[in-house]
């Protein structure tokens, strides 16, 4: 059965779009109507979606992270059902990035042991480690994809390097010297540290696993992109009699954000929700791709000022971007003060709420969220995005504290 088109935007007024431009919250509205390049969403079906959460079933230690219901925020805000993907319990890693990494690495450690997609499992890659074991694989990071990589390479038995851009955090940085890989802080913003570690890889001779795409480097990436399936897998399976009509999700290159839409565009054939997309100001590299609408990708430059580290990309992925462009309402950059409140709503929650620890970038969606429904200044901004009372809203935390002095000194102060 194929899916319902997307919810869509037609022409843009770009009057009404700075009418809903504000210091907080800026709004970009989509011209999505559906039409997208043939293959764009091959890589999404409902066979690579069972092989992932296959795989990931097989890991050590594997269990769904809680999807949150937060009833009396839902009831404050005026909204039917608000609810929340918790990837601070990811693993033992704070973050949802593993999924990913982990996939990605499996498939790519699968060809060396010739082993079918199908077939992936922890078990049956340990096996065949002798096959891969001097394999070293490298990536760029601001720390939860580089803590995923060195965990996942460690798992396998093989061998990873980091590279940080500069003012990452020494945190982050001891973070994944301890998952077990060599890692170091550049003095390279995350796009150039990303090219130093292509350029690391041709040299050596070792296996770039980038979370986000360019021509040319696409198989990974979309890997990578499948092995965040896991995720929706997991929220149907919780939830299987509720469909959110909106997503927000967070993007800095765009990546997770394009493989949650893509599953739901193609994977469940229930009607595809409104999809949003959160950036931080400093690095709003989708909403100004969309902005122009000139066909190609638009890179920020410079160091990309935000607290919000996750999302700190300037130039987002090549696939990323054509899914997102093809299916979603709306893309929003937001201060890093939206990310603050988000912190510190999901951690001081209303009585009969649990309290969620959520980093910066992970709370960035409940922020954007939260300023939508209380700012009357954004009440444009709410109707364009059709939020109301019969709205059921999903988010994803997509990190704990992966920072913890920096959580506290946001949320304590």
Known sequence: MAPDKPPSI?????????????????????DADGRHEASLFDFANPEAAADVARFHQSLPNYKPTPLVKLACLANRLGLKELLIKDESQRFDLNAFKILGASYAMAKYLAKIAELENGQITYEKLLAKQPHYKNTTFVTATDGNHGRAVAWAASLFGCKSVVFLPAGSSQTRLKAIQTAGAKAEITDLNYDDTVLHARKMAGEQGWIL???????????IPLDIMQGY????????????????????????????????LAYLYSIDSRPTPYFIVVEPNGAPCLYESVRLNNGEPYRVA????????????????????????????????????????????????????????????????????????????????????????????????????TDPDFYREIVWS
Not at 20 to 26: D, R, V
Not at 209 to 219: A, F
Not at 331 to 340: E, H, I, P, Q
Not at 349 to 358: E, F, M, Q, R, V
């Open 229 to 260: 399936f896991t995720l929706m897998t997991e929220f149907t399976q919780q939830a299987p009699t509720i469909w959110p009509t909106h997503v927000f999700l967070q993007a800095g290159v765009g990546s997770l954000a394009a493989a949650v």
């Open 302 to 401: 410079g160091d990309l000022p935000t607290i919000m580290a996750g999302l700190a990309c300037g130039e987002p992925a090549l696939v990323g971007l054509k899914i997102l462009k093809s299916a979603s309402l709306a893309f929003l950059k937001c201060s890093d003060d939206v990310a603050r409140r988000g912190m510190k709503v999901l951690g001081n929650p209303l009585a009969g709420d649990p309290a969620i620890t959520s980093g910066e970038s992970g709370a960035a969606t409940l922020g954007a969220v939260y300023e939508l429904l209380t700012n009357k200044q954004l009440t444009e901004t709410r109707d364009k995005l059709k939020l109301s009372n019969d709205s059921t809203v999903l988010l994803i935390s997509t990190e704990g504290d």
């Open 10 to 30: 037609h022409e843009p007024n770009n009057q009404q779009n700075q009418a809903m431009n504000n210091p907080i919250i800026s709004c970009q509205l989509n």
């Open 209 to 219: 696993l980038q979370d986000t795409s360019w021509e040319g480097y696409e198989e």
